[in-house]
């Protein structure tokens, strides 16, 4: 298939310290290529793929002098303008800016498949809502379909990871580990408390956006000790051994998350998660064998579920972490991601055809 991936292009891909969604359209563009597909990938200049690469801007937008977050829409639609100039080349395009990409989709006249990677603010209900009967959706899990249940789905579509890149350890260390935006939804704060609580030490890693600078300051700062580090933005390989020299890395979210990445590349890297259950947590660890998972915004449960991962025996622990490294290989891998997005993009194109004969 002639394919298109219309990414953001506000970090680079494959993304050098922050971006998630840019790790993951980075994951399955190069397991498209791989899978012998020919695949366009629209992003910043400074990306990195085997793909043929449109560069949208020249370099990652946050590495432009004069580029505010607070317009990154503009600049999204903007990408998407210039897909719409040159769509005739393709068999079907993956749409990963959401309604920046939708507030044209009438003037998108190829098949279309999107998957929405944040939040499904009342603004991107509103354009998904007046353009509903023209865009087609992939769900991150089960739990975001729940959300907009009257979008046009064609499937879930879990994450995967190139696996070969999360070095496993079978033994971990004594730290927590926390890694995400530094974000009251993200529950930063609660991380601090559960080691505090237990006495442990704490590794944090994540940015600080400029809304939540206060947050930091006020909820996370203060409280910051030789035992309890911020580490700013890490590279990839730094995360990496954050992961396996830790003993859990803690997921406190609070809000309706549509995935999490960081779930699963913890436990590729074999350290068990403990989650509050919002969003697709359910789906993603399983509870008492990969991880834990306690009710939202209970902070003592979550203490307590940490507790009992610290005082299991090693060997116990050991089998905990072998377990988590098995789950994601059996689940949460490039290859059945890719798999599952092309049987999505045939049946996309079958669906657009049809409705074209028909009308």
Not at 133 to 141: K, M
Not at 266 to 273: E, I, K, L, N, Q
Not at 290 to 316: C, H, S
Request: hydrophobic share 35%.
């Amino acid at each position: 298939m002639k394919i298109a991936q219309l990414a953001p292009n506000i970090y680079p891909i494959p993304p050098a310290g922050y971006g998630g969604t840019e790790l993951v359209v980075g994951n399955i563009t190069e397991g498209l290529v791989a899978g012998g597909n020919d695949v366009t990938l629209f992003a910043s200049g400074d990306s990195k793929t085997k793909a043929k690469l449109y560069k949208t801007a020249p370099k990652s937008l946050a590495n432009t002098p004069g580029f505010k977050m607070r317009d990154f829409k503009k600049y999204l639609a903007e990408v998407a303008q210039q897909f719409i100039k040159v769509q005739n080349q393709f068999e079907i395009v993956h749409i990963h800016i959401e309604d920046s990409a939708a507030r044209f989709a009438d003037e998108i006249k190829i098949p279309s498949i999107y998957t929405h990677h944040g939040i499904f603010s009342p603004e991107v209900k509103e354009v998904y809502n007046r353009n509903i009967n023209l865009l087609r959706f992939t769900a991150l899990s089960k739990s975001q379909m729940r959300l907009m249940p009257n979008l046009n789905y064609f499937g879930v579509v879990y994450h995967g990871l190139e696996i070969s890149k999360y070095r496993f350890s079978p033994k971990g260390d004594e730290p927590l580990y926390f890694i995400g935006k530094i974000d009251p939804v993200k529950g930063t704060d609660v991380a601090v408390k559960v080691a505090q609580k237990l006495k442990k030490n704490l590794n944090i890693t994540g940015n600080i956006s400029s809304s939540h600078t206060s947050y930091f300051t006020e909820k996370i700062e203060p409280y910051l000790t030789p035992k309890i580090r911020y580490h700013g933005v890490v590279d990839f390989g730094t995360k990496i051994d954050f992961f396996d020299n830790s003993k859990v890395t803690l997921f406190p979210i609070d809000w309706e998350e549509a995935f999490g990445l960081v779930m699963i590349e913890s436990m590729a890297c074999g350290t068990p998660v403990v989650a509050f259950r919002r969003g697709s947590v359910p789906e993603v660890i399983v509870d008492g064998e990969t991880g834990f998972i306690v009710e939202p915004g209970n902070v003592g449960a979550m203490v307590e579920a940490v507790k009992r991962i610290y005082d299991m025996p090693e060997g116990e622990y050991k089998e905990m972490r072998k377990r988590c490294r098995e789950h994601v290989e059996k689940n949460f891998i490039v290859e059945r991601m890719v798999e599952g997005y092309e049987k999505v993009y045939q049946n996309v194109i079958k669906d657009w055809t049809n409705r074209r004969k028909s009308s």
